[in-house]
């Protein structure tokens, strides 16, 4: 497998900048003008790419008022919510997804979806999008990942709530249906997630385990969970974006407003630049200070003969002179010449007394 996948003109991978996904998710909040909105706040914040969700409600659930067809009551958003209703409220209508796609490439981003069953992924190959999304939930509909493979697209694998075992799964069925190109996202399914349950720990055991570029699929608020995640080697960051969360909608309470994305642009590259090499010592940069690291100096006016001692000679700021550790090899020795206040010591200065 690649330790780089292509999106559109963007190498995802270890090497390149963090490729960062904004999720529009349902704070569209059914107003098409609001969705190029977010489109455009997502643009003028610099990442590279917009993701939708192609379902309808009645490809995702069935129209049921049974218990199970409730979200759990305690749940922090949608408690005792029906699947049916939410799904209905939250769905991107799909005569939208071309009018975003259309502005999201007007706008230099790469766009595509989640899609939900195999009507969904059809759709989405019409309208040529770069790559596939799986969402979390559906990991294991092996059928649906078989679809999704047989594109040949990058295929984006979000993993929240998988075990080794189910994401082993779906990877294999993924990779004998033509994906050669592959992301797996780490992440949780909690929305909101707390930063505790995020075990950002698990990223490059996935990245050796399944051998694939690894990215993290991030429902925390704020930037640091994503940053960090950045740290341990997550090459793609997917993060839900919305114009304000004043305004509401059904994922805003978890979702970045406009200054935040920005902000998550800046800090996932300021953390990627910062991982550099497994390098220890001096940097280029750190030349013009290395200079004023301490060194021998003689500290007053001396004759030739007089003995050196703490008082003529001391450790001080620049580095011209002998290195400090010198002073317990000169102490006591006799000064070959005279030499003025403030010169960079030298062997040439010292010669043992007599």
């Given at each position: 497998m690649s330790k780089s996948v292509r999106i559109g003109k963007h190498e995802v991978g270890p090497d390149h900048r963090p490729f960062i996904i904004a999720e529009m998710s349902g704070n569209h909040n059914g107003e098409l003008e609001r969705a190029l909105r977010i489109v455009d706040v997502i643009a003028d914040s610099g990442a590279q790419a917009l993701k939708l969700q192609t379902y309808t409600a009645d490809t995702i659930t069935l129209d049921s008022d049974r218990d199970e067809f409730f979200v759990d009551r305690n749940?922090?958003?949608?408690?005792?919510?029906?699947?049916?209703?939410l799904y209905q409220q939250a769905y991107t209508p799909w005569e939208w997804h071309e009018p975003l796609f259309n502005r999201a490439k007007e706008r230099g981003l790469v766009a595509f979806s989640s899609p939900f069953d195999s009507t969904a992924v059809d759709f989405l190959e019409s309208l040529d999008v770069p790559a596939h999304k799986v969402a979390s939930a559906e990991l294991v509909d092996l059928p649906l990942i078989r679809r999704i493979a047989s594109t040949g697209k990058p295929v984006i694998m979000s993993t929240g709530m998988g075990t080794v075992q189910e994401i082993a799964a779906a990877?294999?069925?993924a990779r004998e249906a033509g994906c050669e190109q592959l992301i797996v996202m780490g992440g949780t399914a909690a929305y909101p997630a707390e930063p505790a349950d995020c075990h950002l720990r698990k990223l490059p055991v996935i990245a050796d385990a399944f051998d694939c570029v690894v990215g993290y699929s991030d429902h925390t608020m704020g930037v640091g969970v994503s940053v960090a995640a950045v740290a341990l080697g997550a090459s793609a960051i997917e993060k839900h974006v919305t114009t304000s969360r004043d305004e509401g909608?059904?994922?805003s309470a978890f979702?970045?407003?406009?200054?935040?994305?920005s902000s998550l642009v800046v800090e996932t590259e300021r953390a990627w630049l910062a991982l550099g090499q497994p390098h220890i010592g001096a940097t280029d940069s750190e030349e013009a200070v290395r200079r004023l690291r301490r060194s021998l100096y003689v500290s007053r006016d001396v004759k030739a003969g007089?003995?050196?001692?703490?008082?003529?000679?001391?450790s001080v700021r620049p580095a011209?002179?002998?290195?400090?550790?010198?002073?317990?090899?000169?102490?006591g020795q006799l000064f070959t010449r005279d030499v003025e206040f403030a010169t960079p010591t030298d062997w040439s200065m010292f010669r043992p007394a007599i």
């Open positions: 749940h922090p958003l949608w408690g005792n919510s029906n699947l049916y209703q990877v294999q069925p909608g059904v994922d979702s970045l407003d406009s200054a935040e994305i007089e003995r050196v001692n703490s008082e003529n000679v001391r011209n002179g002998l290195p400090p550790i010198a002073f317990d090899q000169i102490d």
